[in-house]
């Protein structure tokens, strides 16, 4: 049910989330049993934790494949993305730590919050 409401691409939700999409199925499921198999999940390497801005932290089931995030800074879109070329620290600014993960954020505007620049009275589309 839990691994359910993960289901797709591109999902980055909070726990929330994932117990409301839950609860719609399974009214019965408490917020502790999300909560934990969440945490377990994680634990295991199946869910990626990711936090971007202030906001609670998202699970993102895709962590098998490395990849870093694109957001949108208008409507919080969130489309996984793998940059081009090594990105490594040169030997100096290692400081002697061994590297276990990477995390960066592009940011922007997403086509729908860009928007048509005519000015003219089209409704802005929502992307998903
Ligand atoms: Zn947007
Ligand atoms: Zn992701």
Redesign the pocket.
Known sequence: MIAEALDGAHVHITADEVFERASARLPEISRATVYNTLNQFHALGELREITLDAGPKRYDPNAAARHQHLV?D??G?IRDVVPQGDVRLPDDQLYGFAINDIEMIFRG??P??AGPRSGSAASPKR?R
């Open positions: 949108c208008r409507c879109t505007l997403c729908a919050c992307p």
